[in-house]
């Protein structure tokens, strides 16, 4: 497992790192970033995941997230991968952004001809963490949250849901909460995993929290400006899901942000304060 | 005085605004942004002005400079300018970055074809103080400070040793302290202002002290692992220039840090803190 340093930078009492590495389930170089702050030797810091939205890359939390000062006052090591497959072999949605390179949905593919490739399911649930695990010896790996964006909310939130015991807490910025149910979902889903709408469950946390799966810590917050809020996003789903299955989520509409970085850095370092609370 | 609206964002409990105008000092269309945090109306807050370096717009600081939440917790207006004029009519040197478009180096220009759309310190001293006057209400312009970055921190330094009575207190991150002494400087000052270098002391902040110009709050900030601190930086010749001329200014070397906005963000927050203390 060789890892490749694109770059190393010291920021807010820490390093910025960017690194690349050879994926096995996505076939694909994959590129993340990782914060590490300051930390006496040997020491060790918990893991917050923080998983984009759709178009971006490591790149757009890395510079615009403001999330630096609040993991180094907190101790937390921030890790931001990739949101899918890059590469001239890899296949491709030609003009859409809300498919294919830029847009992996967080699902293992099962059609053609994405499955080879579009498999970020276990690129972050498995592959990711052991390469966290093997090359960042400060992280915590008994200590790990899950936070994100968009389509990145989506994913930390199925990906919380079906694996409780692994992350502490999940936490999303404007979320895609039901994507069965709504036109980027079905696109995504549809494509990726074919037209049997029983296997888009798992990769729905309205649906997976409707199926069973629960979680103590979610927090949710969501631009009331945010052009997506009523076709895309629909957060009251998740709100009446959450009070039907008697799961006490937090989530709170932030009157008049957007869904852009700019809404996102204003409420990031609450998030990381929230999330370091129930990292111990 | 026509301005247009680009975008208005609401961001960590203010509107981050991005403008454009027709500038009669550069004979183009100038955009900048502007962030005003809430107020209660009527209230003035005060003005902080922020110099981009080469090969920056408004758009850099305004994505990765982290100052919001500073602007908003202290009551600070921030404005961020383009570093030259802009478009295809205007001269341009091409394929170099530290001259031309992207770099204005905020002085105006004598020699052709430069001078008549290289005007960027009338542009920031004279024309755009009217702009934000006549255009954001809560902007206090009996309240102003200047930053900058690199270039923009000779900026900020020429601007703020000229005019000690309009800002009353000048930070830099990584500024070019003594342009006529080094590359980028003797270039662009040489080709924008001709081979006269008497002509080049007001645009540079270790000849203006040597001139006799002072200011009681002086700030700097520069990072150890800077690539360009040897060649193109120079931190101490400010440092010796000050203390000959029993200048107080607080010149402090960071370990560790780069040239980068990774550096720059790090410190924002202080810097606003810092300038906030000195405007009331």
Redesign the interface.
């Known amino acids: 497992m060789t890892l490749e340093t694109v770059s190393q930078?010291?920021?807010?009492?820490g390093t910025?790192g960017v690194y690349s590495h050879r994926s096995a389930e996505t076939g694909t170089d994959m590129t993340f970033s990782v914060f590490v702050p300051d930390h006496a030797e040997g020491a060790k810091l918990p893991v917050l995941w923080y998983l984009s939205g759709l178009t971006c890359t490591h790149a757009n939390v890395t510079?615009?997230g403001?999330y630096?000062?609040a993991c180094a006052e907190h101790g937390v090591i921030f890790v931001a991968p990739d949101t899918s497959p890059r590469g001239e072999d890899v296949p491709d949605a030609a003009d859409e952004y809300d498919f294919g390179q830029g847009a992996g949905f967080y699902v293992d593919a099962t059609q053609e001809p994405w499955a080879k490739n579009y498999r970020m399911r276990s690129y972050i649930e498995r592959e990711l963490p052991q390469v966290i695990a093997a090359n960042v010896p400060a992280a915590d790996m008994d200590r790990q949250s899950i936070a994100g964006h968009s389509m990145g909310g989506h994913g930390a939130l199925t990906i919380g849901l079906r694996n409780p015991d692994r992350f502490r807490s999940i936490s999303a910025f404007s979320p895609i909460v039901a994507p069965s149910e709504v036109p980027w979902g079905e696109k995504a889903l549809g494509r990726y995993l074919g037209s049997d709408r029983a296997s888009w469950r798992e990769y729905d946390a309205v649906a997976l929290i409707e199926d069973g799966a629960r979680h103590p810590h979610i927090l949710v917050d969501q631009?009331t400006?945010d052009n997506f809020l009523v076709e895309q996003l629909r957060t009251h789903r998740l709100a009446e899901t959450c009070d039907t299955a008697g799961l006490d989520a937090t989530i709170r509409l932030q009157p008049?942000?957007?869904h852009?970085?700019?809404?996102i850095?204003?409420f990031m370092?609450e998030h990381v304060k929230w999330h370091a609370e129930r990292l111990g």
């Open positions: 930078t010291r920021s807010h009492a910025q510079e615009k403001e630096r000062r631009g400006a008049g942000y957007d852009s970085y700019y809404f850095s204003t370092a």
